[in-house]
């Protein structure tokens, strides 16, 4: 369920009493998401982490405010390092993913000394690890996962975790596959369509009415299927419908009408065996928009029917409808499910590489 108010420690002296190795003046403490100046800092160091990390920057003041906003607080806490001047310098973020799983931000200016950027790459771990042990506790849990990320050529960061604990456990191939304007035309409609031979439908999630709620059934079998298929995944933990709903509405990208449901005809009735949950990807400076698939999910007991192939190609034929130049994903490079075959076969190719390194903390 949501909590009324944050599992986390909203205060960072509770977590980080003293930083000895910060310069003098400097002080740890929470960003403000309604000083216009703190949005737009953390915006850029966000966009400057990411172009040292894949040579270019995708992040907007939006994303920023998924992890800083009022709202977004509910699930999230965030902490900066400020210098004498009070310019942030360095910024973390935790979000309460799932029952034992916390997500970490962790980015730190690249043109510091490396002293100094070291001592703010401990002052960010030890409030993670803090702000973990007080996660667990309200969960009740013995241990608490955080998992955060680093890209693949990001040789500082990994040596920063490395140092602090955390291991290497995942590689994901972040890909993406152009899309042409006839490829709207790949499939009879995206809206919904049904492959006869198989035996199963694709449609949208339905909306209670035009630019409406969608439907709330749809979007738990959404959620129903989505925790079938995934139960066997790596680093899979159980998240309830309510903050698996939130989560994604959270998302800048997000839009109801790039959600589908895969289901199989059988006995005069359909039950879902699949679902694609998508997103825009927007873009800067004119270029047109991307999709992006933020979940493809189909049962076994569905596999091999072409479910999910059946899926990608409504996505493509939905961006090539609205005017887009690309779907992206992610894929588990680890992973012996064969997907990333499937992704190669219809055209996806890996743009950039990123890591998954997880630390599990023991809750006091």
């Not at 997500?103 to 993670?128: G, K, N």
């Not at 007080?134 to 040596?159: K, S």
């Not at 190719?349 to 809750?363: A, M, Q, R």
Request: hydrophobic fraction near 40%; include cysteine; proline fraction near 4%.
């Amino acid at each position: 369920m949501i909590p009324e108010d944050s599992r986390f420690e909203n205060d960072p002296e509770e977590l980080v009493a003293q930083a000895p190795g910060l310069p003098s003046g400097w002080e740890v403490a929470s960003p403000d998401p309604s000083d216009r100046f703190d949005v737009a800092r953390l915006t850029h160091l966000l966009r400057a982490h990411e172009r040292h990390g894949r040579g270019w920057a995708g992040a907007g003041v939006d994303d920023v405010l998924v992890e800083v906003s009022e709202h977004g607080l509910r699930m999230r806490q965030n902490v900066v390092v400020r210098d004498a001047d009070g310019e942030i310098r360095a910024w973390a973020s935790a979000h309460d993913r799932a029952a034992g799983r916390m997500l970490f931000v962790h980015i730190v200016e690249r043109d510091l000394p490396e002293q100094v950027a070291r001592a703010c790459s401990d002052v960010l771990f030890e409030w993670a690890v803090g702000q973990a042990k007080v996660l667990g506790a309200a969960r009740g849990l013995e241990t608490q996962q955080i998992d955060t990320g680093a890209f693949a050529d990001d040789e500082r960061q990994h040596a920063w975790l490395a140092a602090a604990g955390f291991e290497r456990v995942r590689t994901w191939w972040q890909m993406s596959r152009p899309v042409t304007a006839d490829e709207a035309d790949l499939v009879p409609a995206p809206g919904r369509w049904e492959d006869e031979d198989k035996g199963v439908v694709f449609r949208r999630v339905r909306r209670a009415s035009e630019g409406g709620m969608p439907d709330a059934e749809d979007l738990r079998k959404v959620h129903e299927v989505l925790e079938g298929a995934f139960v066997d995944h790596f680093n899979h933990h159980e998240e309830t419908f309510e903050e698996f709903v939130h989560r994604l509405r959270e998302d800048p990208g997000h839009r109801w009408d790039h959600w589908w449901l895969a289901e199989l005809v059988e006995d005069g009735g359909r039950t879902p065996v699949g679902t694609l949950v998508g997103a825009v990807s927007e873009s800067t400076g004119g270029a047109p928009d991307g999709s992006y698939v933020e979940y493809l999910g189909v049962l076994e007991a569905a596999r091999g029917r072409g479910v999910a192939k059946g899926l990608l190609r409504t996505i493509i034929a939905d961006a090539a409808a609205r005017g887009r130049d690309r779907v992206g994903l992610e894929v588990d490079a680890d992973s012996s499910t064969g997907a990333d075959g499937l992704y190669t076969s219809m055209g996806w190719v890996t743009k950039y590489v990123t890591e998954s390194w997880h630390l599990d903390v023991p809750v006091d």
